[in-house]
Each structure stands twice: as C-alpha cells, then as structure tokens.
Nanobody, 122 residues
C-alpha cells in the first residue's frame, strides 16, 4: 500500500512563496513519475507539474512555468513544489500523485495524497 502525504500549504500574500512537500511511504517510488495537481472550488482538478523517476524530465503547466519548480528528494521518496511569485489564481487544494507512467491528466495517476490547501491573498 502506497501513501502520499502533502504538507507545506498555507496562507500567503500575492508575490510570496511556499514550498510544498510530498512524502511517500509503503514502498519505494524511485521508478514512479510524480506529479502535482491542483483543484480550485468549482473547478476540475488541473495539472501543475510532473517529474520523471530520474528527475531529468520536468513538465509544467503554462500557468506556472517560470514561477514553480518541481524536484525530487535524493532518496526519490519525496517530491517538492517550490512556488514563487504566487498569485490569487493559484489558490487551490494541491495534490501529490504517483504512477509508473503518469502524464498531464489526473486519470493517469493511481496514487494520490489527501491534498494541502494553498490560499493566496491579493
């Protein structure tokens, strides 16, 4: 059984920064694609960023490109999302996800965390 636990969310003013963490347990996910998605109230869950098992292949949504950075821990059992220059439209629940293949659609991921709230005030 794989468990993903996000942390690091909170309330921040526009222009500020937050760093989200996702810790995994249950098995080693070194060979899994890890992704971050987010869901705002009344909206569908949307892709934010993915990182390959090696960490060498990164992919970002256009809306966060240049502001957010995804990375993996050395032991490959954690993934991070550094969020800079935050905007009110970044407000959402952020979810960590893992899958052997992954992609930019939420249905491509089998394992999910419970989510962490990020609120950006104007």
């Amino acid at each position: 059984q794989v468990q993903l636990v996000e942390s690091g969310g909170g309330l921040v003013q526009a222009g500020g920064s937050l760093r989200l963490s996702c810790a995994t347990s249950g098995r080693t996910l070194g060979d899994y694609v890890m992704g971050w998605f987010r869901q705002a109230p009344g909206k569908e869950r949307e892709f934010v960023a993915t990182i390959s098992w090696s960490g060498g292949n990164l992919n970002y949504a256009d809306s966060v490109k240049g502001r957010f950075t995804i990375s993996r821990g050395n032991a490959k059992n954690s993934v991070y999302l550094q969020m800079n220059s935050l905007k009110p439209e970044d407000t959402a629940v952020y979810y960590c996800a893992a899958d052997t293949v992954g992609g930019v659609k939420s249905h491509m991921y089998v394992y999910w965390g419970q989510g962490t709230q990020v609120t950006v005030s104007a």
